[in-house]
């Protein structure tokens, strides 16, 4: 018998013997793994989830014309003024439509670019909402629905009814739910509006859309572009805002630069959009991270009083082991060993549990108004947690066992046999 | 003449807890295939000797020769090779490993030597309980079986590996008499035929006269 599989036998021997230690060891493994996944899946289940909200849910790259001061004011192109320090006070923006300006230019300019994986137009309408003796204010968004649908998840967001109802009918429009409630208006209904300019319109209600945040919901309906260019009374060449979806999300700032000093429009890049919310989901890695880290160290201290215990008890066997010709160093494997077999058994019953715990928790129902997509708790099955996992669980078990064994190693068996 | 064992003017102190000294000038050999018992009264130092002897403790003044090779200041890791391969040693108190076999008892110095296959080492396990008249409890485990049991088993360890020398602390003091007479004939023929040598504390005077020599201690010194 080779020299490792009889530190093995004698290992499995002694753990055989001390079942009981030995699966409560296990066990403490076990609970911190098995947390270590549960947590970690849940945690960035939700992250991705709460990332991927906001990602699928805003573009990359928004286009629109800023309404601002101009930052060159005619008196600085007036030469006799030119070596003095001028003063304006009160500077109001001129006046500008809300409009991008050569916009369909623009949008096929974008659509051809080869980073871009699309772009959809919208055009904005202030209007009221009528039904009955209530008026609420409110906007409409004039949108390609099929481009938003590819590219942001539209229908996503229509809880009740169907988003293609805008397609078959002109003018059908998806209300804001907040509107829906208020109005105490449902699928199929008829609503009027009345813009600005003081037209007035019929729409019947296609669809509910709700996207979780009240003061959208509550305002903002959809309706196809062209009904809110005829809304507005303008030519299908009125585009208030570009949407831009890149191939590539890393190329937005870069990208939203390029676009701001080649076309006389603002570009807001989505880092700049949500740059708050990065910090969100570190904090809540951190968190995860620090939690399972505190649970390992906990079960590998009780692993570290197991094993000592152990060779407390086996001081005997040791002294003996070593009379008859086994080294320290043997000694010390034997108990090393002990401590990567709970290690192992113990972490790979805790993957088990936490993948079992996970798949039931990913079946609880979370409903919830912020987030119309979702119907259970969300949870990420990623692989990495599971091999880290067996792989903190030898570690630790490893170095809560060192300690002991080194001693062992060193235990004088003349001592022992002594003492007797 | 072919000596196998030597020592020259071994002291060894206990400094806790007051400092005494437990063996004063040893100067003895051991000549191979000679029977020595060592004799004296409680607490002479005789087990004191004994380990010294066995290598197991090295925290001793002077020498000691084993087989021609001096054995102070090698490492730990060699003296436990040269002891698994040279030396068998039977216990005062049977030591045994309380959750193994008999059989694996016996076994494992020879697995840890590693030097035969499983299967041969199994084989003269079980010839040498058998000789000891306890072939059949060899699958039991060794906390389940009686004292003097025990002590034949670890007298069946101490054989294992074919030493070229034995050495018991009163390895026949649990044992009736006609399994002392039996354990001591079964040395008195390793000794005579295979050149086996012999080093024995015991009590027992007749056991003692019927060796081929008495060591006698007396406070730690040689008389
Ligand atoms: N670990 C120790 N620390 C201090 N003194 C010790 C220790 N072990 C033994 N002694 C002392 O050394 C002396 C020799 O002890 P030893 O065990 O060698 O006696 P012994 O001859 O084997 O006795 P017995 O026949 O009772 O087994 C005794 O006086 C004992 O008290
Ligand atoms: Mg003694």
């Not at chain 1, 001390?18 to 296990?26: D, E, H, N, S």
């Not at chain 1, 500008?96 to 919208?122: C, D, F, M, Y």
């Not at chain 1, 959809?222 to 005829?230: D, G, H, R």
């Not at chain 2, 002590?151 to 069946?156: D, L, N, P, V, Y």
Request: aromatic share 8%; hydrophobic share 40%.
């Amino acid at each position: 018998m080779n020299s490792f599989r009889l530190i093995l036998d004698i290992s499995k021997t002694h753990l055989l013997s001390k079942i009981k230690q030995t699966v409560v060891a296990a066990l403490g493994v076990t609970f911190g793994i098995s947390t270590f996944i549960i947590l970690m899946s849940f945690m960035t289940g939700l992250n991705d989830l709460l990332d991927g909200l906001v990602l699928n849910r805003t573009p990359h790259i928004q286009l629109y014309n800023k309404i601002e001061p101009s930052e060159i004011q005619p008196i600085d192109s007036d030469e006799e003024y030119a070596d003095e320090l001028t003063f304006i006070h009160s500077v109001k923006p001129k006046i500008k439509l809300e409009r991008i300006h050569n916009a369909l230019p623009l949008l096929s300019e974008l659509r051809k670019n080869k980073k871009v994986l699309g772009a959809t137009p919208q055009t904005t309408v202030k209007v009221f909402y009528l039904a009955g003796s209530n008026k609420l204010n409110g906007v409409l968004n004039g949108i390609e629905l099929q481009e938003e649908i590819r590219l942001f998840n539209f229908k996503d967001y229509i809880v009740k009814g169907d988003a293609n109802s805008l397609l078959k009918r002109k003018n059908s429009i998806l209300l804001g739910s907040g509107i829906a409630d208020k109005l105490s208006l449902d699928i199929g209904d008829k609503i009027q509006v009345m813009s600005t300019n003081g037209s007035f319109h019929d729409l019947v209600i296609g669809g509910i859309y709700q996207s979780g945040l009240a003061e959208v919901d509550d305002v903002q309906s959809f309706v196809s572009i062209s009904m809110a260019q005829k809304i507005m009374g303008v030519g299908n060449n009125y585009i208030s805002r570009i949407h831009v979806k890149l191939n590539d999300i890393e190329d937005a700032v870069p990208m939203a630069k390029t676009i701001e000093s080649l076309y006389d429009v603002s570009a807001l890049d989505i880092k700049q959009a949500n740059a708050q919310f990065d910090t969100g989901s570190d904090i809540r890695n951190l968190i995860s991270y620090a939690v399972s880290i505190t649970l390992l160290i906990v079960s590998g201290f009780g692993i570290y009083n197991i094993l000592n215990m152990f060779i407390y008890e086996k001081m005997n066997d040791i002294a003996i082991l070593k009379a008859t010709g086994f080294t320290g160093k043997d000694v010390m494997f034997i108990f090393i060993s002990q401590a990567l077999i709970i290690g192992f058994f113990g972490g790979l019953l805790g993957i088990g549990i936490g993948y079992a715990v996970s798949a039931f928790i990913d079946t609880i129902p979370f409903v919830t108004e912020a987030l119309p997509t979702i119907k259970t708790y969300p949870i990420n099955y990623n692989i990495n947690f599971y091999i880290s996992g067996v792989v903190f669980a030898l570690v630790s078990t490893f170095l809560a066992g060192f300690l002991p064994a080194k001693k062992a190693q060193h235990i004088d068996p003349v001592e022992i046999i002594r003492g007797q | 003449m072919d000596i196998i064992l030597k020592t020259e003017h071994i002291n060894k102190y206990f400094l806790e807890p007051t400092k005494l000294q437990a063996l004063k000038d040893i100067n003895m050999e051991l000549e191979r295939g000679e029977f020595v018992s060592i004799m004296g009264k409680s607490g002479s130092g005789k087990s004191t000797l004994l380990y010294i002897l066995s290598t197991m403790d090295t925290n001793y003044e002077g020498d000691l020769y084993l087989d021609g090779k001096k054995m102070s200041h090698l490492s730990k890791n060699e003296l436990a090779r040269i002891r698994s391969e040279k030396i068998g040693f039977v216990f005062q108190f049977h030591y045994l490993l309380p959750e193994f076999s008999v059989l694996k008892n016996v076994m494992l110095p020879a697995l840890k030597l590693g030097i035969e296959s499983d299967s041969v080492i199994k084989k003269r396990a079980m010839e040498t309980l058998d000789m000891l008249d306890i072939a059949d409890q060899a699958h039991k485990k060794a906390y389940r079986i009686s004292g003097g049991q025990k002590q034949r088993t670890s007298i069946a360890r101490a054989l294992i590996n074919k030493p070229k020398i034995i050495m018991g602390d009163e390895p026949t003091g649990n044992l009736d008499s006609k399994n002392a007479d039996k354990v001591f004939d079964i040395f008195k023929t390793l000794s005579k035929e295979k050149g086996l040598s012999l080093l024995v504390v015991t009590h027992d005077h007749d056991f003692a006269k019927r060796t081929d020599r008495i060591i006698e201690l007396e406070d730690g010194r040689i008389i």
